[in-house]
């Protein structure tokens, strides 16, 4: 996550936060179970906020399937540091991996980053494993390009972003079954 003070909310961390809690209430208003993590590195016995060959990606549970969204998770993110390297394949292959756990009809697997990194080229494959699975892989640019994540959308904020995540969502469904998809914003 990049700290700059360029957004509404002053950081991306906070745009991120705003996401997840727009995009779980929303899911759980009307009936679509959702879970996400935080993918964070260790090294030996310790969380480090940065990505290399020396270190684990670890998915630290915010909400699992079939939990409800707790008042006391966006507090508990902001108290989260997040800096450093970026990873899109881990964060891909992260949201596929929790998401091929579902007995859902649509799997939708989205991840979110405010990085840029040099895997972008490994996300084709991603997207391909991810169908292969009937998983429809989304990637979610905040204040980042996303045109080269797969089925990607960015924006410059949660706000910008949270109506194009719903139209995209809706487009998806769409496309996987040929059945008209109510809209819920």
Known sequence: MNYSNNTPSGNYWNECISLIYGLH?????IGVDSSSALVMYTYGDRDVPM??????PVANMIKGLGDKWQRD???RLRNKRCSGGTSIVCYAETAIDMVSKSNATHKIAFFLTDGEDYEKAYLESMRLQAQAQGIKLVGIGLGVQGD????????KSALEIAPRMMD??????????????????
């Open 25 to 29: 209430t929303s899911c759980q208003s």
């Open 51 to 56: 990505a290399s060959s020396s270190y684990k």
């Open 73 to 75: 998770n966006p507090d």
């Open 148 to 155: 080269n994540l797969p089925n990607g959308i960015s924006g």
């Open 168 to 185: 995209h969502l809706e487009k998806i469904v769409k496309s996987s079954t040929g059945v008209e998809a109510k809209s819920y914003i």
